[in-house]
């Protein structure tokens, strides 16, 4: 037998014109010319073949789907242990839908009732800082006057003006925040939702409560305390919703996880499993 033949070269019975080198189990190396001087050393074994990936196992509920096949990595990137497991397949982050019994409040309703919250809050923040407008104002004239006979003249870092501006700022948010975060937490409607049929829900379709609410509310409020500067942020918040899909959310609503539906029944889908329609009709 072949194993019998001890480790040393000789003719190839393949190519008897050429000569390998035996080790005892298999052929090494390359072949050499039969009359060629071989060398003193055996040639190298070849490297192992690399490992065969594992196939992932196709799980119950996959039948007649493509079963995924594992992501490749680039240089240097090392692939999770846990994804390397028999069975491991890598899924897309399920998009968000709609929580069943609900719709989507359309956008013109949304819009009405943000106008009206607005207005709402604009007027409350009139009155209640009235007293320190009046002094704003005191202290701003001296400034109006002298720009009237000087054009060329600016307005000072004056302490007073500021203080009193950002006091105004401050007792309007707290009026904003007693306004839209506690009524929409208290039933998911502000005043302008309520008069226009919509509210505010979480993603899983449970009603808002007060963290969501508040969250809600503070990506809204927090840009006004570097006013104009971040007007910006917040003109591309609420326009967001008109390009967002399916959910028409705004970044407040996805800083929140909340959704704004609608809250007539008329609007409402009907329930899958309602009884039939036995052909009364609703007046009987």
């Excluded at 009359?35 to 196992?57: F, G, N």
């Excluded at 019994?101 to 607005?118: H, K, M, N, W, Y």
């Excluded at 609420?238 to 967002?244: K, R």
Aim: aromatic residues 8%; glycine residues 8%; proline residues 14%.
């Amino acid at each position: 037998m072949a194993k019998s033949i001890s480790p040393g070269w000789y003719k190839d019975p393949a190519a008897p014109e050429t000569q390998r080198y035996w080790d005892g189990e298999q052929w090494l190396g390359d072949p050499l010319p039969a009359d060629a001087t071989p060398p003193a050393t055996p040639p190298q074994p070849p490297p192992p073949p690399p490992p065969v990936p594992e196939t992932p196992q196709v799980h119950p509920g996959w039948t007649g789907a493509e079963v995924p096949h594992p992501a490749t990595t680039g240089a240097g990137q090392q692939v999770p242990p846990e994804l390397l497991r028999p069975g491991a397949v890598l899924r897309a982050l399920p998009k968000p839908t709609m929580p069943a019994g609900f719709v989507s409040a359309s956008l013109e309703r949304r819009l009405g009732a943000r106008l009206i919250d607005v207005a709402i809050v604009g007027a409350l923040s009139i009155v209640a800082n009235a007293w320190l407008g009046y002094k704003y104002i005191a202290a701003l004239m001296p400034y109006v006057r002298e720009a009237m006979v000087n054009p060329q003249t600016e307005v000072p870092n004056d302490p007073q003006l500021t203080t009193l501006l950002y006091a105004m700022i401050a007792i309007s948010l707290v009026l904003w925040f007693a306004y839209e975060v506690i009524g929409t937490a208290r039933n998911g409607q502000t005043f302008g939702k309520r008069l226009l049929g919509i509210k505010v829900v979480r993603l899983d379709g449970a009603p808002a409560d007060f963290g969501s609410s508040f969250r809600r509310w503070a990506v809204m409020a927090i840009p006004n305390l570097f006013f104009p500067c971040c007007a910006p942020v917040q003109l591309i918040d609420v326009l967001w919703c008109t390009w967002d899909k399916p959910l028409a959310q705004c970044i407040h609503d996805k800083s929140a996880r909340t959704i704004v539906v609608s809250a007539r029944p008329a609007d409402l889908p009907p329930p899958a499993d309602g009884p039939a329609n036995d052909g009364r009709t609703s007046h009987e």
